[in-house]
């Protein structure tokens, strides 16, 4: 492994910072060493100085992106967050089932997505309340859109295919034996789930206008890791991405819009603090 000193780290760090708004605290030095050593010693780098350097004149971009692909956490699971999901079952999905029945189509968004559990996760949700009122026949009216900015993480989104480990983080077994084929030894995800999400490479820090607008906007444990100017910067185009008054921005249970935007009212479901656009 290599070692890391203050000048290299404080290099790496505004790095990393400037490509996708993670902010690395002082006492962070470890993630460098332990994520990009590896990488560094692949691209022929001895220090993290030169690893620098050559990340700097890639012109291709790959070099970045495998290095913002090791930074990146994506950490996830399924249904992640009981009270979240208790107040996604009980109001928001159905809220949104009674548009689609009256003949609207839905959009919604798991930003950061990861390796696609919340996106899925999602999907069942869906199409269970879908085929508990007998609106099964309405399911291609929903359209579930994940993004992530590691390349890695939405392979293995796009796959649907998780090994026993993920798949037993947080998914009930019903659940599993539901949604899920065991081919070898892997979980797919069955095809009438798969189709109802699309998975995309994108970044926070870019324009949201080629995404389009949403009914409801998933962004959970993610803004923790940016700058109080990029979280302004960020829950502002949130609020410019969601189609109407009322319409739902769900964050992480640790996360809070309280002093960085006032475009959203915040009210709470049981447990679950949920904010509404306003």
Partial sequence: MINVSEPEYLLLKQFIETHCGIVLEKGKEYLI????SELAKEVGADSFQAFHLKAKKDKSG???ERIIDAMTTNETSWFRDNSAWEFLKKKAVPDMVDRMAKGDKVRVWSAASSTGQEAYSLAMLFYEILQ???????LDRVEILGTDISSSALATARSGRYDSIAIQRGLPKDKQNRFFKKDSSLWEIIPEIKKLVTFKEFNLQDSFMNLGQFDMILCRYV???????????????FARALKRPKDILLLGATESLRGFTDSFDIEYYQNAMINLKK
């Fill in 33 to 36: 060493e332990t994520r990009l």
């Fill in 62 to 64: 790959h070099l970045r």
């Fill in 132 to 138: 508990y009122r007998n609106l099964i026949q309405y």
């Fill in 223 to 237: 803004s923790i890791y940016f700058s109080e100017q990029f979280k302004k910067e960020l829950f502002a185009k």
